[in-house]
């Protein structure tokens, strides 16, 4: 597993992690989500050190509903653009919210087959939870 110590203390990853669940809690605070009543936040580090968020946005139209690693990406690039290499996202109760699969897809443009996720089973890269992926690389 990314970022396991011998010792069993928290390695680099981890706490880029910890500090993202943070993050991603605060954005689910914004969220909006009247509908499902199930409001989600999403964050990320960037190559360069920002940390990106974003919440759900629902509609009265259900199927427009964005999630919130949609605002995450725009977010992205709105400031300055650059590469995903962790991600959390989080439930209403703050806990850990798993991507849906149309959401790691959209981290994997962003992020690529590298990028570090939490997941129920520990830190794990995107081309776990996305294997075998369609991405940019199979595009002229
Ligand atoms: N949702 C996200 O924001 N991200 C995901 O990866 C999973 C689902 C949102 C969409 C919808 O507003 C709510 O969770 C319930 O499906």
């Given amino acids: 597993m990314t970022g396991e110590r011998p ?16 993050a991603a809690r605060a954005a689910m605070s914004r969220a909006y989500a009247p509908y499902s009543g199930f409001p989600v936040g999403a964050a990320a580090r960037v190559d360069d050190g920002r940390t990106v968020t974003g919440c759900n946005v629902e509609n009265a139209s259900y199927g427009v509903g964005l999630c919130a690693e949609c605002g995450l990406v725009s977010q992205l690039l709105l400031t300055g653009g650059g590469r995903l290499t962790h991600f959390t996202c989080v439930d209403g109760k703050g806990e850990l919210c798993m991507p849906c699969g149309r959401c790691r897809q959209l981290l994997y443009e962003f992020g690529g087959p590298a990028l570090i996720m939490e ?17 940019p690389q199979e595009l002229p």
């Fill in 7 to 22: 010792g069993g203390g928290a390695g680099p990853d981890e706490q880029v992690v910890q500090e993202l669940r943070e």
């Fill in 119 to 135: 997941t129920g089973s520990g830190l794990r890269t995107l081309a776990e939870m996305l294997p075998e992926a369609f991405g």
